[in-house]
């Protein structure tokens, strides 16, 4: 493939440097550099792209495959740490499954599980196409709700039994469904959301990567949970095969999505916080985002004899407006993609065509049908991937967080976007 191919063509204008001010007063910043929708940016947090005209020199000093292969300590220590807890943790959950199902009920339900679970990260998947979030990190995520989030549940609720009791008039175990376990239950999960942020912080950009990392999370202690259930219909019953197509139908045909939906408001809220990145903000994040997802949790387990008709009436509509409030995130995060880009357009690094293909679904599938002509569609898929990471970047670095740190990682990027352009056009 040559440079003459129907490729638009790299237009390398001049631009602002890293040390150079903006061409507008600081307190004046256009509107399209200052969505109301998304990512807003203050005028003290303001950088203006780089100059395309230092390209060069960033294809020379930094390789992509440096690029490629670089990890954050705290993302290693994470996933580590992860790793061991969740092998740690097994020795807890598994003699607790077993021994509620027996094998034969813990097999059995094992296998079901994995029919809900799949209906979960399948919508985790077109969720996070856009910017796709480490695999390692989704692999933390999974294994914390999975394990980890069941074990801490296991060890806290004692505790809680014994530090919070029912209130008069109230049985222990109506307590227990309606207070306990989603208080318990919504902590432990969201636990490994504040982790992912604090530790993580790199890669949960904003509240799309927070509904992302917490429906993994809670596919995973869902899938667990359901095993227990779905075990105990096997073990515990006179007819095993008619309650476990009963609560297979409640549980993997009616809800499947009730614990992404609960901790997947603790995500969004989270992700917001991450916009304005601190420390103390996400503690309080954290702790202000359990409260919708224990409470949407309780409701759910309040469903009593009427279940169908609040099923129809509440908890449809908040699956629906879940569904809703999903798409104008990535409807934000695809003009959130544009604006970045074409301030990188303006400082010379892409043209106005390229911008339309990198920041529209249409125009992306356009480009990897127009390379696979070629040969060339792993190539331009790699393109994509690292034009809309430097996007995110460029959202850090205007967000205020850590923007030393991330005008290193947009130099770096710049230097992927250019090798990955020459690798499709090559």
């Known amino acids: 493939m040559t440079s003459n191919a129907p490729w638009p063509q790299h237009d390398p204008s001049g631009g602002h440097g890293y040390g150079q001010q903006p061409p507008w007063p600081r307190q004046d910043l256009p509107q399209q ?3 109301t929708w998304m990512g807003q940016v203050r005028p003290d947090h303001y950088r203006a792209a780089p100059a395309s005209n230092y390209a060069p020199a960033v294809n020379t000093m930094m390789p992509p495959a440096a690029v490629r292969n670089r990890s954050s300590a705290g993302v290693v220590g994470l996933v580590a740490g992860g790793g061991f807890l969740a092998f740690a943790s097994l020795f807890l959950v598994l003699p ?6 027996g094998v034969t009920g813990f097999v059995i339900g094992f296998i079901a599980s994995l029919i809900p679970l799949s209906a979960v990260l399948l919508a985790v998947y077109f969720i996070d196409r856009w910017e796709p979030e480490p695999k390692r990190l989704l692999l933390f995520a999974f294994m914390w709700g999975a394990v ?3 074990s801490v549940t296991l060890l806290i609720q004692p505790v809680f039994a014994l530090a919070a009791a029912p209130p008069a008039g109230v049985d222990y175990r109506t ?4 207070v306990q376990a989603p208080v318990v239950e919504e902590f432990a999960k969201s636990l490994g959301l504040l982790l992912l942020l604090v530790l993580a912080r790199k890669h949960f950009d904003g509240p799309v990567d927070g509904v992302v990392f917490a429906f993994t999370i809670a596919g995973g202690f869902a899938f667990t949970e359901n095993i227990l259930y779905f075990g105990r219909a096997i073990a515990e019953s006179a007819t095993p095969g008619t309650d476990l197509a009963v609560v297979f139908f409640l549980r993997g045909v009616m809800s499947p999505f009730a614990h992404a939906i609960f901790t997947g408001t603790t995500g969004l809220i989270l992700g917001f916080a991450a916009r304005r990145w601190h420390r103390g903000m996400s503690v309080m994040a954290f702790a202000v985002g359990l409260v919708p997802a224990m409470i949407l949790h309780s409701m759910w387990n309040s469903m009593g004899r009427d279940f169908l008709v609040q099923y129809i009436v509440v908890q449809v509509p908040i699956f629906v407006l879940a569904v809703v409030v999903i798409v104008l995130l990535r409807v934000a995060e695809n003009r959130l993609t544009r604006q970045r880009l074409l301030e990188y357009a303006s400082a010379g690094w892409f043209t106005a065509p390229e911008v339309d ?3 529209t ?3 992306r599938r356009s480009a990897v049908r127009w390379a696979k002509q070629f040969g060339r569609g792993p190539q331009m898929k790699a393109f994509l991937r690292s034009a809309t990471h430097l996007a995110f970047i460029r959202q850090r670095i205007l967000s205020g967080r850590d923007v030393p740190a991330h005008q290193l990682e947009e130099h770096r990027q710049l230097a992927e976007v250019v090798a990955r352009r020459d690798a499709v056009l090559r």
């Not at 607790?96 to 199902?101: A, D, F, R």
């Open 33 to 35: 550099t200052n969505p």
């Open 361 to 363: 679904a249409a125009g």
């Open 96 to 101: 607790y499954l077993v021994g509620n199902t």
């Open 148 to 150: 980890v989030s069941v």
């Open 357 to 359: 293909m990198l920041a």
């Open 175 to 178: 307590f227990a469904v309606t």
